[in-house]
């Protein structure tokens, strides 16, 4: 059967509409909240750790990091293109006014529940049902933590970043900045500076934690920053696979989000990290939207550890990411798994950097692009192999989906290789939705929406799968519905 | 006495990229018929079917279609799916990561939506995957695999007609579902469609050569040269067909044309 030229358009038609739809969870919470003045200088660093009571150490570490912000610029090397953000035009920090600090869900402000549920995250079935220990984190300060009480028997430590740094101070002060340093970047330094929350998990030694541990971030404050610090920790044997997910209201204004997460994997032990992101994206002229200029690393320090990133991106106007792997055990492994959609005017910048430092160390990396409307979507990696890190091993994948004629999808792979004996795969494609595959859906009975949302589930597939159970439907589902939109 | 008309097609006339392909066809297929369409390369056979399961590469410039009594040319591709037209590609389209269990999960419940009925159950869905791959002896593995994805030729025909199967169409068009296929294939291919035949639905067989038609035998044999049907008779016309080639067919119009 031909396919004339002319058909090209109608086809891209479908796509154009089925991935131009709204976003769903555009909305914003009408509760009191403790906002900062805008602005950032050393007074408001030592204003921040004031409210959260903080020992001098951490003023210290903040300082130091405002201070060697100072000397910064914002990077620009990314193939993104970010507005200059008026650092002074922001609100630190902003916290949920409490009460009187709920002891259980009753106690929880009604509103900000209804907003949970409104996302699909009702706290309470959650609780009950999934087995899942829920840190919901609403602007800066956590609301609830359940299953503290189960994961506390086996010395499982899940709790608020702030509530670890009065309980925990030592675990604390020994790991927190120990794989991204103040000094490692712009948004790191700023996020070492002003960080207001974010969590903190301790598995011990032989660990095997029960549940999957997961936190729902969401910025509601008008004009606020978000700066999450999150501080993982798995000692020898353990096992943990920690799950976070993310949306955001609707609005008009750009928020800038610049999160830190640490990851300390020791020997033998075993970290899964899974997000699906969906943070409001702008609207369909490019206005508006979340920038997501975030830190994520891992250290593989022990022989033999492991860490597996999986991400599912949809969200955010900006994405600047990359989850990294240093794996500095011998025989250790670290893996990247990520989808990122982007649609509309969204640009993302994301991938991985996997260092190779111990011997046979292994890491692979599997990342599907998928652009549509006039979006950028880049993948950008370094494979480094270190001169005396004997056979090591890489495989790289990099696929991209091209929605529409008008979007870009690119990749920028970079391959360090000192050492002879290391073995490193780099296997790459591009490839459109055809009309075929559409009319081919069509006569079997399945119309262009589902049509689409079942070829995009079936090329993401491979992600998808390293996803935890729960977490997998609702990707497929989030998946589906960003490419949803108003055909017929 | 006659059967009910299923399809009714009256003076169609399409065109592709500008280029008019279909130039005035006239066809009635009624219920319980085997009607067998032939001609040479570029006839205009495979574009019919196409227009007539709507693809949107090809525009309608003229002429009716009538299916189960409404207008199938104003249907989306997927409505004239769900009220009964199948369509067996002849070159069956590979949709990589997508397993057939879920494809023929949302055709399946997508035709149940369409006629206000629940969606099947994992189990009944299951069953009757086992059912009808026995129709065309297909393998179990074939549910986990993507749909067409690494199939072989007679594989991905087989498929087509194990889809056929699943969705149960008042009207089938094999469009050359004989091309690539070897005899024991093509046997089994067509051991296939002739247990779906029922006095209630229909079939249209697109191909080139006679060798089919040993096996799906049809009630109606039509010529199709340069966009129109030049001759209509009974299973003989397939074999005076074979015998004779499509020379004398083009010699004799090709000179009506010229005339």
Redesign the interface.
């Known amino acids: 059967m031909s396919n004339p030229d002319n058909n090209i358009d109608a086809n891209s038609k479908i796509l154009d509409d089925v991935t131009a739809a709204d976003y769903k969870y555009g909305f914003t919470t009408d509760i009191d909240t403790d906002v900062i003045p805008r602005g950032l200088n050393e007074d408001v660093v030592r204003l921040i750790s004031a409210k959260k009571n903080e020992p001098e150490w951490l003023l210290d570490f903040r300082l130091k990091a405002y201070r060697h912000w100072l000397t910064l610029k914002q990077p620009k090397w990314a193939h993104i293109n970010i507005p200059d953000i008026d650092f002074q035009a922001i609100s630190y920090y902003a916290a949920p006014v409490k009460k009187d600090g709920p002891k259980s869900l009753d106690e929880v402000d009604p509103q900000i529940l209804a907003t949970f549920n409104r996302l699909g995250i009702p706290l309470e079935e959650q609780k009950v049902l999934s087995g899942m220990a829920v840190d919901a984190v609403m602007d800066s300060v956590s609301v609830k933590t359940t299953h503290r009480e189960r994961l506390a028997e086996l010395g499982v430590i899940f709790c608020s970043i702030s509530e670890a740094v009065k309980d925990y101070p030592d675990l604390v002060r020994r790991y927190l900045g120990s794989v991204v340093s103040y000094r490692d970047n712009f948004y790191a330094a700023l996020n070492s500076a002003v960080f207001s929350d974010g969590s903190f998990v301790y598995i011990p030694k032989g660990v095997r934690c029960p549940m999957e541990l997961s936190t729902y971030f969401r910025i509601n404050a008008q004009g606020t920053g978000q700066f999450e610090r999150t501080l993982i920790v798995a000692d020898d044997d353990s096992y943990v696979s920690y799950l976070e997910g993310c949306t955001a209201p609707m609005r008009d204004e750009n928020q800038l989000h610049a999160a830190i997460v640490e990851i300390i994997v020791e020997d033998r032990a075993e970290v899964k990290y899974s997000t699906v992101q969906n943070w409001w994206a702008g609207d369909a002229e490019g206005n508006g939207g979340v920038y997501n200029l975030v830190t994520k690393r891992g250290l593989c320090r022990g022989e033999s550890s492991k860490l597996s990133w999986t991400q599912v991106e949809t969200g955010s106007a900006i994405t600047w990411k990359y989850p990294s792997c240093i794996l500095a055990g011998d025989n250790s492994v670290g893996e990247f798994y990520s989808v990122a959609v982007t649609r509309n005017y969204q640009q993302a910048d994301t991938g991985t950097k996997m260092i190779h430092i111990g011997r046979n160390s292994r890491s692979t990396i599997v990342s599907k692009g998928i652009s549509a409307g006039h979006s950028e979507n880049s993948y950008r990696g370094l494979v480094k192999i270190a001169a005396k890190a004997d056979n090591c091993r890489n495989h790289t994948q990099c696929d991209s989906l091209l929605l529409s004629s008008t979007c870009g999808a690119h990749t920028f792979p970079v391959m360090q290789i000192d050492n002879p004996s290391a073995v490193v795969e780099h296997e790459a494609t591009t490839s459109k939705i055809s009309e075929d595959q559409i009319f081919y859906c069509n006569q079997r009975g399945i119309p262009d929406e589902e049509a689409v949302g079942l070829i995009v589930n079936g090329y993401a597939k491979e992600v998808m799968n390293k996803l935890p159970m729960e977490f997998a439907v609702e990707a497929q589902r989030l998946l589906q519905i960003t490419l949803e939109g108003s055909v017929g | 006495m006659d059967k009910e008309i299923l399809l009714d097609v009256k003076g169609l006339r399409a065109s592709?990229?500008g280029k008019e392909i279909l130039k005035g066809i006239d066809l009635t297929i009624r219920k319980g018929e085997v009607h067998a369409i032939m001609g040479p390369n570029g006839s205009g056979k495979?574009t019919l079917s196409?227009v007539l399961?709507?693809?949107?590469?090809f525009t309608v410039d003229a002429g009716s279609a009538t299916f189960n009594g409404k207008n199938l040319l104003e249907m989306?591709?997927?409505n004239?799916?769900?009220e009964g037209l199948?369509?067996s590609?002849?070159?069956?389209?590979e949709?990589?990561?997508?397993?057939m269990t879920?494809?023929m999960r949302?055709?399946?419940n997508?035709?149940r939506k369409?006629l206000g009925q629940e969606p099947i159950s994992a189990s009944d869905f299951l069953k009757l995957m086992r059912q009808k791959r026995a129709v065309v002896d297909l393998d179990n593995k074939l549910a986990s695999r993507?749909v067409n994805e690494g199939f072989s030729g007679g594989e991905k025909k087989r498929n087509e007609i194990f889809?056929m199967a699943m969705?149960e169409p008042s009207l089938a068009i094999l469009d050359e579902t004989d091309s690539g296929l070897d005899i024991d294939a093509l046997r089994i291919v067509a051991e296939g469609v002739n247990k779906l035949k029922t006095d209630d639905n229909a079939t249209i067989v697109i191909t080139h050569y006679q060798r089919l038609l040993d096996y799906i035998r049809p009630d109606y044999v039509h010529i199709l040269y340069k966009g129109r049907i030049v001759e209509t008779g009974g299973p003989q016309l397939a074999l005076v067909l074979e015998e004779k080639g499509y020379d004398e067919i083009k010699r004799k119009y090709d000179n009506n044309a010229a005339e």
């Open positions: 592709v990229a495979s196409a399961t709507g693809n949107p590469a989306a591709p997927e004239r799916a769900h199948f369509l590609f002849q070159y069956p389209v949709i990589p990561g997508v397993s879920n494809f949302a055709a399946l997508e035709k369409y993507s889809q969705l």
